[in-house]
């Protein structure tokens, strides 16, 4: 079994900043990726940002500059810096994990989801 546990979500205005966080925990032998996606009311939901093992990243085009994704492999964490923050940032973020397990098994595991609002 493997968790997810997000934070770091809530309201923010127009040109804020917020920083998410997601930390995995459990039978993890090693992480292939983490990420986040991200789906606002009645849309989509859409890529945000992955990190890759060996440093790769992925944006999506509406966040590039603005965003970062970073991981802390001791601590099984990674985290999404938000800066310039847009309405149309307003979504319920999940967090994602493509992980091995120590027992040789593989599992795609998703967080609850926190929620980013930001007020124009």
């Known amino acids: 079994q493997v968790q997810l546990v997000e934070s770091g979500g809530g309201l923010v205005q127009a040109g804020g900043s917020l920083t998410l966080s997601c930390g995995a925990s459990?039978?993890?032998?090693?992480?292939?990726?983490m990420g986040w996606y991200r789906q606002a009311p009645g849309k989509q939901r859409q890529v945000v940002a992955v990190?890759?093992?060996?440093?790769?990243?992925n944006y999506a085009d509406s966040v590039k500059g603005r965003f970062t994704i970073s991981r802390d492999n001791a601590k099984n964490t990674v985290y999404l810096q938000m800066n310039n923050l847009k309405p149309e940032d307003t979504a319920v973020y999940c967090c994602y994990a493509d992980t091995n397990t120590v027992d040789g098994g593989y599992v795609e595991v998703w967080g609850q989801g926190t929620l980013v609002t930001v007020s124009s």
């Open positions: 459990g039978s993890i032998f090693s992480i292939n990726a």
């Open positions: 990190a890759i093992s060996g440093g790769r990243t």
